[in-house]
């Protein structure tokens, strides 16, 4: 069946620096890619998603972008804020788009000032 | 934002009893919503898909008669652990998904609710 692997957390950064959280898919056919962010006490929250292979996602300086050839769909921001620091979670939704999200096992971002 | 509650945020009840956990959607209507269990550090786990006005379908090796959903309207979604037990402790989250959503693909999901069975 699909699944989503993340890279294991908790992931410490300081202000400033550049993060990335790996994401590879295992799919059949042409699924969709998301990633939703929680922050504490909240519910998840989209943070920007991809339809199709090549194309890339992008939304609060965050980007993503949807590598069918490697399978992966690996999170990416350049300068991070203690504002970052929240559980972020890899999904797709299979080939149908029914809106059943499989997930990853979520990543804890730590940002320190 | 669309926003999406559920009540109670955090619930404890005795072995064998039944609580219901409530997903409402505030400020928009939802054709079907989801529910999602979710175990201390790992990740969500889709339980079933609700659709207002017809049976919830279910993932595979989850209970039906023991978790029982209600989609009564297009605003609320209910979601029903009967004769629990400390096994079913978990979190529980629900999304909804807009019904003029088209292919938006955005779901918003509920702060979730807490499970505690003694």
């Known amino acids: 069946g699909d699944s989503v692997t993340q890279m294991e957390g908790p992931v410490t950064l300081s202000e400033e620096a550049f993060l990335t959280i790996n994401c590879t898919y295992t799919?059949?056919?042409?699924?969709?890619l998301f990633w939703y962010v929680q922050y504490p006490g909240e519910g998840l929250q989209l943070l920007l998603k991809a339809t199709k292979a090549d194309d890339k996602g992008s939304n609060k300086g965050f980007e993503a972008t949807y590598r069918k050839e490697t399978t992966s769909f690996h999170l990416e921001k350049g300068s991070v804020q203690v504002s970052d620091s929240a559980v972020y979670f890899c999904a797709l939704d299979g080939s149908s788009n029914t809106g059943k999200l499989i997930f990853g096992q979520g990543t804890t971002l730590q940002v320190k000032p | 934002g669309a926003v999406v509650s559920q009540h109670p945020s955090w619930v404890i009840c005795k072995s064998g009893t039944s609580v219901k956990i409530e997903c409402r959607s505030l400020d928009f209507q939802a054709t079907t919503m989801f529910w999602y269990r979710q175990f201390p550090k790992q990740s969500l786990m889709l339980m079933a898909t609700s659709n207002e006005g017809s049976k919830a379908t279910y993932e595979q090796g989850v209970e039906k008669d023991k978790f029982l959903i209600n989609h009564a309207s297009l605003t609320l979604s209910t979601l029903t652990v009967t004769s629990a037990h400390p096994e079913d402790s978990s979190f529980y989250i629900c999304s909804a998904w807009p019904t003029t959503s088209g292919i938006s693909y955005e779901q918003y999901f509920g702060p979730g609710t807490r499970l505690t069975v003694t």
């Open positions: 799919a059949t056919g042409y699924p969709s």
